[in-house]
């Protein structure tokens, strides 16, 4: 006999046929596996925004809501949230040069420099720009700290160290700590120096690539290809650089060179409050490169389990569904990246989450759960959430996110990026408890990871807000203990991030992957009761910002 379910997609057949025992209270790993398959096929073409990809991906989303029997939480009575971005695409015939006493040296895309453009132009031409290292850009008059010195930026070209001051600083040092050491802050991203380039009126920005303190290789940074998304903005130009991205170390040191400077030495002064922009003498920028542009409305997707006793009082549960699409042949040909792994488990998990919540005892509060568009191309879509919310963020007590779950099997722990934040620490560690597991904080806290991922838009909005993600450093396995875990975080970051083996496969063990979704729904049965206010640490620096609408939870 026909099996009807074979004729449904596989999330929709997977919730049909569930087995009770695994339908209870648990998520279940085969349901993961099953719903990860699906978003991760080719049909979806790497599910980037603006592609057919995305049309079929959020179709299919709306659906698996709609079947758990979960209300629209998007706008306009709908699962959907509109996210107007532009796409811009870098000529392959562009040109980089940068000249000096010594004549001109021709920067070649991928092998020296990678750049994108977010202006909706046809062109962007930079003549001969002077160039000023700016060591690592930071302005921080709560720490007493300005790299820039009242330099003059427009016009020129700004050259950063990617992350802290203190990233590199030994003990002795006198900025060690001052940026919490190891631990980035938000001056460390590569986002926050292009935002001090724009507001002081570059025409360009240029980090210096390091792989530790990036959080990533250089073929990470080569991902892009070029494509650059935004969102659509009144005034772009007011908002956004001409030309933003990267130099290789290699690179650099020689432009460095040639302007008779010393990268390393700089490197040390920069650490000091005391460091003054350089003007990188007799050097200058220039870059001719069409542009390519199109407009286009991705979606965010949103439900919403109503509250029985405070609905306008919220918990969210997150992923994204975005990928980064097709790009270059790999060796076998392959042109996909699938992001099985980012983001498709975490989306798979949200999914599971709403199952399991749906079908438990209704929730005191309301429980969104949000599945973002475009965390790959700068947080886009969980930005517009925070500019644009469909439920009040002072009354959302925490955003809990899944950004990368690891694949290889049960562990005794759970790896927690951004430990020490919030006091959502200790409903994790109260959840992980009842598992008999611990909580490991962040191995390599210098990769701000904990500003990299859609979590970040409401807390910058001061929801706290907890991350789930693998990349953290390795999980006390089971099979293995932490050697092992270690050992699939390298492999992953390595050979799959961002890349086209970012597929799924069989033999996954999502045992752990679903032993951390179960931490989620655990920690909002807890969260969801009235009068729960989880609050950041008084050393965050969101906690400011939330303590701006106590008000609004004072009853």
Known sequence: MLNPLRLLPPVLAALLAASPAASADRTDPARLSDITRELASDAYGGRAPGTPGEALTVAYLERAFRDLGLEPGGEAGTFFQSVPMIRTQLGADGRYAVTGPKGETVLAPGRDISLISLL???????????????????????????????????????????????FEAAAADPVAGRFGGRAATYYARWTYKFEEAVRRGAVAALIVHQTEGAGYGWSTVLASGGEGYDLARAKPSAERLPLQGWLTAEASTRLFAAAGLDLEALRRQARSSDFRPVVMKDLAFSASVAVSFSRFESRN???????????????????????????????????????????????????????????????????????????ERGLLGSETYGVRPTTPLDRMAANLTLDILQTAGPSRDVVLVGAGQSELDDFLAEAAGRQDRTVTPDAKPERALFFRADHFSLARRGVPALLLMGLGGGADLVQGGRAAGDAWVTRYTDDCYHKTCDAWSPDWDLRGAAADVDLVVDMTRRLARVGVWPDWRPGSEFARIRAESAAARRR
């Open 120 to 166: 909706p132009v046809d062109r962007v031409t930079i003549e001969s720009a002077p160039m000023v290292f700016v060591g690592y850009g930071v302005n921080a008059p709560e720490r007493g700290w300005d790299d820039f010195k009242g330099v003059d930026l427009e016009g020129k070209v700004a050259v950063f160290l990617i992350n802290d001051p203190d």
């Open 301 to 375: 997707v949103i439900a919403r389990l109503p509250g029985r006793k405070r609905p306008d009082e919220s918990i969210m549960i997150a992923a994204h569904w975005d990928a980064y699409g097709e790009g270059p042949a790999d060796a076998q040909g392959r042109r996909i990246r699938p992001g099985a792994v980012d983001d498709a488990l975490g989306v798979a998990g949200v999914l599971e989450a709403a199952r399991l919540l749906k079908a438990g005892r209704r929730l005191e509060r309301s429980v969104l759960f949000a599945l973002w568009t475009a965390e």
